[in-house]
């Protein structure tokens, strides 16, 4: 079993939607939580970082983190073509070094 | 700079050639990865840089893969005899401090022919 579990997708949602991205992890030492985005040929970009269980929103993206349920989300609301990526899921433990470790992640098609 | 810079962006090597990848992460970042990224694979990672040493080399799939800092900037990932599974995008990142949210470069993109 993987240490973290992301749907590939890929998922397709008409603009204006609300989109929810998923993971999955097994291990409770993980405490600290990000969302990364990739444009195609681009390396990722931190979305959202929290630490702690319950909902961290920042403009249009909400981060959830339910650790007795070892699970996180992403939603987007009002979904744009712009956020046509690939949405990645990053965990991490408090322990030495600062590896993160990552989802597959899952892709977002926004139609028109 | 601005942010962290990888060289090559593009890389095509014959099987068994060695080659070397760059990374110049942003100034004053002294924490340093590199992951690889393979179609479907998700990021996967090789090595830890804090300042010059690397406390954690634990994702090096074999000794073929090495990788040094220098001046706790530069960072320069080697591999050796290179083979066809070793095609990827090898992706750099650096953060102010262990811990810290990680800014990436865009990738050398490495093909093995």
């Known amino acids: 079993q993987k240490e973290v579990e992301q749907d590939p997708g890929p998922l397709s949602v008409p603009e204006g939607a609300i989109v929810s991205l998923n993971c999955t992890y097994s291990?409770?030492?993980?405490?600290?939580f990000m969302w990364y985005r990739q444009y195609s040929r681009k390396g990722p970009e931190l979305l959202m970082y929290?630490?702690?269980?319950g909902n961290k929103e920042d403009g249009r993206f909400t981060a959830q983190v339910d650790k007795s349920s070892k699970y996180i989300s992403l939603f987007i609301r009002d979904s744009q073509p712009s956020d046509s990526a690939t949405y990645l899921c990053?965990?991490?433990?408090?322990?030495?070094?600062?590896?993160?470790?990552f989802g597959t992640g899952t892709r977002l098609q926004v139609t028109l | 700079g601005a942010g962290v810079s990888q060289s090559p962006s593009n890389k095509v090597t014959e099987k068994g050639k060695d080659v070397e990848l760059r990374c110049d992460p942003i100034?004053?970042?002294?924490?340093l990865y590199w992951y690889r990224q393979s179609l479907g694979q998700g990021l996967e990672f090789l090595i830890y840089?804090?300042?010059?040493?690397?406390?954690?080399k634990s994702g090096l799939p074999s000794d073929r893969f090495s990788a040094e800092r220098t001046g706790g900037s530069v960072s320069t990932l080697t591999i050796q005899r290179t083979q066809q599974e070793d095609s990827a995008v090898y992706l750099c990142?650096?953060?102010?401090?262990?811990?810290?949210?990680?800014?990436f470069g865009s990738g050398t993109r490495l093909t093995v022919v």
């Open positions: 990053a965990i991490r433990n408090t322990g030495t070094a600062s590896k993160l470790t």
């Open positions: 291990n409770s030492a993980f405490q600290y």
């Open positions: 929290t630490y702690s269980s």
């Open positions: 100034s004053g970042h002294t924490a």
């Open positions: 840089f804090q300042g010059n040493s690397a406390p954690d």
């Open positions: 990142a650096s953060s102010l401090n262990e811990g810290g949210g990680y800014t």
